[in-house]
């Protein structure tokens, strides 16, 4: 069976399995977004600033799927890390230790709508590092670099 690559020429579909963890990463960004779309009119209706973290983490998921799905920068790699071990630790903090009763409420129950998206994003965390592994710098950085040393 065979492909058309990017240049032009025919090849073998095993050419195209290089994207398949790239098309993966995407698809569990946007499973992220939606989850946490949907999650969102309830949450903002009884917690305004919870709501306005989850419409966040959903622009932000939702950016980075986007942005996964054409190919990701080095940059935009590291701020899925940051953005996904962010969203799960305050998931796990809020499900298992609770906020301060100070802020108003305690543990959260572990609901599966949750559950799914959080164990989306671990997968998705283990996967960005992956890729962020395969991803070469610049040329130009280390020209800049050398150039940057040597004065």
Not at 29 to 58: C, D, K, M, N, Y
Not at 114 to 129: D, H, P, Q, R, S
């Given at each position: 069976?065979?492909?058309?690559?990017?240049?032009?020429?025919?090849?073998t579909?095993?050419?195209?399995?290089?994207?398949?963890?790239?098309?993966a990463?995407?698809?569990?960004?946007?499973?992220?977004q939606?989850?946490?779309?949907?999650?969102?009119?309830?949450?903002?209706l009884?917690?305004?600033?919870?709501?306005?973290?989850?419409?966040?983490?959903?622009?932000c998921?939702?950016?980075?799927?986007?942005?996964?799905?054409?190919?990701?920068?080095?940059?935009m790699?590291?701020?899925?890390?940051?953005l996904?071990?962010?969203?799960?630790?305050?998931?796990?903090?809020?499900?298992f230790f609770?906020?301060?009763?100070?802020?108003?409420?305690?543990?959260?129950?572990?609901?599966?709508?949750?559950?799914?998206?959080?164990v989306?994003?671990?997968?998705?965390?283990?996967?960005?590092?992956?890729?962020?592994?395969?991803?070469?710098?610049?040329?130009?950085s280390?020209?800049?670099?050398?150039?940057?040393n040597?004065?």
């Amino acid at each position: 069976m065979s492909a058309k690559t990017r240049n032009g020429r025919a090849g073998t579909t095993s050419e195209w399995s290089g994207h398949a963890p790239r098309y993966a990463e995407s698809a569990l960004a946007f499973v992220s977004q939606g989850i946490h779309l949907w999650v969102l009119q309830e949450q903002f209706l009884f917690r305004p600033l919870t709501g306005g973290l989850i419409f966040l983490a959903a622009v932000c998921q939702g950016l980075l799927a986007a942005s996964l799905l054409f190919g990701p920068g080095r940059w935009m790699v590291r701020f899925g890390v940051a953005l996904n071990v962010c969203v799960v630790t305050s998931w796990a903090v809020t499900r298992f230790f609770g906020y301060p009763g100070l802020l108003g409420f305690d543990r959260l129950p572990v609901e599966p709508l949750n559950l799914t998206a959080a164990v989306a994003e671990a997968g998705l965390i283990v996967l960005l590092i992956r890729i962020r592994r395969q991803i070469k710098p610049h040329p130009e950085s280390s020209e800049r670099r050398d150039i940057v040393n040597a004065a």
